[in-house]
């Protein structure tokens, strides 16, 4: 069955102190992985799509990451306001719908 | 701000009744999906409409219903409602009609008494 885990489900990190985030897929056929952003209650929201192994992108203190079995959002230096729930989703082949993974509530401290 | 409205943003209802959800999409995007996030179930695809036509469905209620109309916008129908269905419910819209990156409105967060 095609899916989607992210680990770990919480991560606090002092303000500074790197780390990843992970997604890890059982998906035979990908064709693009999304991480997302979402504040409490408020909607998702996008940072970045990823479509073949071996692919990178960054935004400001984040970059993500792929590869053929995971994806990693990585986190330099976080501030306090980097502090979210981190999604990732993906979309098959011949599966048009978006499939979220639980997500990893990030906290950062001052 | 993604540029997708939502509205409204908050509603109280009761068991048994309708209710609809609007959204407008960012200008210029033909995609307009439907999501369901609750605490237990996190968030899941309802449906998909490109450029006024249902393009896939997830598992939506029969009692849940869907249109995007000509000028873009959607209405994502609830009846019969129940105490389940709270939850907030999202709109996302992309310019392109697969596997674009969806940008999310804020929800709509339902409340059943």
């Known amino acids: 069955e095609d899916q989607v885990t992210q680990s770990p489900e919480a991560l606090r990190l002092q303000e500074g102190e790197s780390s990843s985030l992970n997604c890890s897929y059982t998906v035979s056929g990908l064709r693009g992985l999304f991480w997302y952003r979402q504040d409490p209650g408020k909607g998702p929201e996008f940072l970045f799509t990823?479509?073949?192994a071996g692919e990178e992108k960054e935004k400001e203190r984040l970059k993500a990451t792929l590869t053929k079995k995971e994806s990693f959002l990585h986190i330099t230096a976080p501030k306090p306001e980097d502090s979210a729930t981190y999604l990732c989703a993906w979309i098959g082949f011949g599966n048009e719908k978006l499939t979220f993974g639980t997500g990893t509530r990030l906290t950062i401290i001052p | 701000d993604s540029g997708v409205t939502q509205t409204p943003k908050h509603l109280i209802t009761a068991t048994g009744q309708r209710v609809t959800l609007r959204c407008s999409p960012r200008?210029?995007?033909?995609?307009v999906y439907w999501y369901q996030q609750s605490l237990d179930q996190g968030l899941q695809f309802l449906i998909h409409?490109?450029?006024?036509?249902?393009?896939a469905k997830g598992n939506i209620l029969e009692r849940f219903s869907a249109q995007q109309f000509p000028d873009l916008h959607s209405e994502l129908n609830l009846s019969s409602l129940e105490l389940g269905d709270s939850a907030l419910y999202f709109c996302?819209?992309?310019?392109?009609?697969?596997?674009?990156?969806?940008?999310f409105g804020d929800g709509t967060r339902l409340s059943i008494l």
């Open positions: 409409y490109y450029n006024g036509e249902e393009r």
């Open positions: 990823l479509y073949s």
């Open positions: 200008s210029g995007d033909l995609s």
């Open positions: 996302a819209s992309s310019a392109d009609k697969i596997s674009g990156p969806q940008h």
